[in-house]
């Protein structure tokens, strides 16, 4: 059975860093386009960043742009979100999720993110929550 599961989450101060992890099991995370989504409290699913499985690349939101990098290990199939200088409003619960087809996950990062749900994969996420 297909499997996403996240951590590394927790309390950090402003300006700190987490880096995510979203481990795979039952199937090669290599193969799929990646997307990470955040929820923070009471408001909508936010996009904030792909990969695509085909040459690596990776897209961002404008708002972490320069702070937040995906990066994939093949050999332990897990995939990292490395966050940096946080910030307040990055507070939220972090989802990754996979899917074959990279139009999808773009689509779901760009258009609709609470269709992040709709993806392949998707996991439970993990709470960071960036507070002083």
């Known amino acids: 059975q297909a499997q996403l599961v996240e951590s590394g989450g927790g309390l950090v101060q402003p300006g700190g860093s987490l880096r995510l992890s979203c481990a795979a099991s039952?199937?090669?995370?290599?193969?799929?386009?990646i997307g990470w989504f955040r929820q923070a409290p009471g408001k909508a699913p936010e996009g904030i960043a792909s990969?695509?499985?085909?040459?690596?690349?990776?897209f961002y939101m404008n708002s972490v742009k320069g702070r937040f990098a995906i990066s994939l290990d093949k050999a332990q199939n897990t995939v990292y979100l490395q966050m940096d200088n946080l910030k307040p409003e990055d507070t939220g619960v972090y989802h990754c999720?996979?899917?074959?087809?990279?139009?999808?996950?773009?689509?779901?990062?760009?258009?609709?993110?609470?269709?992040?749900?709709?993806?392949?994969?998707w996991g439970q996420g993990t709470l960071v929550n960036v507070s002083s």
């Open positions: 999720a996979a899917d074959h087809i990279f139009h999808n996950v773009r689509t779901a990062m760009r258009h609709d993110p609470a269709a992040f749900k709709q993806l392949e994969v």
């Open positions: 039952g199937f090669n995370l290599g193969d799929y386009a």
């Open positions: 990969r695509s499985p085909s040459d690596g690349m990776s």
